[in-house]
């Protein structure tokens, strides 16, 4: 890279909720890309248990963004996902209101059922994940696009999972060299396009560093340092882990000790 680039993520980030999700893989860019592009409107289409969801939010909490994040999910499970109970919408809903009052709304319903709910040209930051097949990610990304303000940003998620009736790979071949776009190509892959318009001028470096480069050698730079930032945040969840059961071992055999005759 040509400028030094040394995002929050590698800085101050702990993940704040942890759950299992392939998202796992981009946590450390969608912290960074709120902070740099400091979303008033983020919508995330599809939720589920909300790893991708609640790394935004701790984001826009975390760097003091004026910003609210909505997450559009049925919280009933697809087809991808398989059906779920309440468990999952109450453990999301639980953690919005202790965590991240003021910023997190979730709207329980179809995405299409909350298209009305915005205005065109509003939402700075997209990012949808719902039902994978082709005809679903089409119809999510026709649908919602004209929501997304000039110079707005789309995340696509598993847009490298060919599997199964996954379409999200296809749609985004299709639509990506259409438009300012950027691929991770690490865990499922992320999609990243930037509709056109708004003001460049006060770009953060994030974005120059996506679009800005068309270079095969740029590309595989940005792609590195995240796959990097990724395995870092994985290296730093084991260390606590590790940390915390040898505490935990600790307690034990110290209440073990105090239990002991002639114990303290």
């Known amino acids: 890279m040509t400028r030094l680039y040394l995002p929050p993520s590698l800085t101050n980030f702990e993940e704040k909720h942890m759950v299992f999700s392939t998202w796992v893989d981009h946590m450390a860019f969608g912290y960074d890309l709120v902070a740099a592009i400091r979303p008033r409107m ?31 999910d049925t919280f009933e499970g697809d087809a991808h996902t398989d059906k779920y109970d309440e468990t999952v919408f ?21 995405f299409n059922e909350a298209l009305g709910h915005f ?6 930051l997209l990012h949808i994940d719902g039902l994978h ?46 438009h300012e776009s950027f691929t991770f190509l690490h865990g499922f892959g992320l999609g990243v396009l930037r509709k056109p318009g708004g003001d460049r001028s006060a770009d953060p470096e994030l974005l120059h560093l996506l679009f800005d480069d068309p270079s095969p050698e740029a590309a ?45």
């Open 42 to 72: 983020l919508v995330e289409l599809g939720t589920h248990k909300g790893l991708s969801f609640f790394a935004f939010c701790q984001s826009m909490k975390e760097h003091g963004i004026d910003g609210v994040c909505y997450g559009v």
């Open 220 to 264: 595989a730079r940005l792609r590195a340092f995240y796959v990097h930032a990724c395995r870092a945040l994985e290296n730093a969840r084991k260390v606590r882990r590790l940390e915390a059961q040898a505490q935990a071992r600790a307690a034990a055999q110290a209440a073990n000790a105090a239990k002991a005759p002639g114990g303290a």
């Open 90 to 110: 109450n453990a999301v809903q639980s953690h919005a209101r202790q965590n991240y009052h003021g910023i997190a709304y979730l709207m329980r319903m179809f």
């Open 119 to 124: 205005s065109d040209g509003t939402v700075d």
């Open 133 to 178: 097949t082709y005809e679903a990610v089409s119809e999510d990304f026709r649908n919602w696009y004209p929501k997304l303000r000039p110079g707005g940003i789309v995340l696509f998620h598993d847009v490298m999972a060919r599997m199964n009736d996954f379409g999200a790979w296809r749609f985004w071949e299709e639509t990506a060299p259409q």
